[in-house]
């Protein structure tokens, strides 16, 4: 590779990384294309085949699948997870819950209780809230993985129809880690920089069905870490049915092959869409 290949690669990886570091949904996906430029590029320039081109571009796309088969394969999860009352983290370990639980009370929603769950060494904390007018529930999470030392946090709002249908708006950074359940509707989106911007996509969400006020149900606030509990219940029994889980061990659950193949893919869409 000469000197202005060297440095047109050089570009294209510095035009990627400069893009990626702006929090805009385009620039990040233009940032994500100049990556697999990139590359691209590279092994074309090292080989002069568009062959050895076209494997580094997919070699991003296999990179999940090995973390899979390698990692999430081997994990064990209690098929019942309990949700239980915990105490609020410090400041230090989630900076953000204070000024999270600052917004949702300026738009109108009261604090419930602060719970949480550990599943397969993911430790979940949930801070649970209600608004009794507009019927919803809505919770701020922290997931902290305690072996791999990855911490995210996310913001979801949900209202339940009387007809048993749920509908979800989230934040959720990743693809989803199981099958919903049927009715569970999820309007994920990743790209919201506040509160309000959160509850006016939820409103045009359930607009979209059809749904108004009269078509929920109330919100009960002192019953919600146990309708959580049951959710979770709920959707672990429905990937055990249709195979993206599998029995392991006493009372365990472990990612079947199908299971695995699920995710890869889910993952794979959440790569193009960014």
């Known amino acids: 590779m000469d000197l202005q290949k060297f440095l047109f690669l050089a570009a294209a990886v510095v035009f990627g990384l400069a893009c990626r570091s702006f929090d805009n949904r385009y620039l990040l996906k233009l940032g994500w294309l100049s990556y697999l430029g990139a590359s691209y590029l590279a092994g074309f320039f ?5 062959v050895a081109g076209a494997f580094g571009v997919s070699l991003w796309f296999l990179l999940p699948w090995v973390e899979i088969v390698g990692y999430v ?28 639980t600052e917004d ?41 993985f305690e072996k791999i030392d990855i911490v995210f946090s996310y913001v979801s709002v949900t209202s339940r129809a009387l007809d048993g249908r749920i509908f979800t708006t989230t934040n959720y ?3 989803p880690a199981m099958r919903f359940v049927p009715g569970q509707i999820v309007n994920r989106e990743v790209h919201l920089d506040t509160l309000g911007e959160m509850m006016s996509s939820h409103e045009d969400f359930l607009d979209a ?19 959580i509990e049951r959710d979770l ?4 029994e429905h990937n055990l049915k249709i195979g993206v889980l599998e029995p392991a061990g006493e009372d365990g659950v472990r990612y079947s092959w199908r299971g695995c193949f699920y995710l890869w893919f889910e993952a794979v869409k959440d790569m193009v869409r960014v």
């Open 46 to 50: 090292l080989t002069g085949s568009h």
């Open 73 to 100: 394969r081997f994990l064990r999860f209690p098929e019942r997870s309990e949700v239980k009352h915990r105490f609020a983290p410090s400041q230090e370990v989630f900076p953000e819950l204070e000024e999270l």
């Open 104 to 144: 949702m009370i300026e738009e109108g929603f009261e604090k419930v209780e602060d719970t949480g769950w550990n599943w397969g060494g993911a430790d979940h904390f949930v801070r649970l809230f209600a608004h009794e007018e507009r019927r919803a529930q809505a919770a701020i999470t922290q997931v902290r």
């Open 173 to 175: 950074p990743f693809a």
């Open 209 to 227: 069905h059809g749904l108004g006020q009269e078509d929920l149900e109330e919100a009960d606030p002192e019953n919600l870490a146990s309708v």
């Open 233 to 236: 219940g709920a959707q672990i």
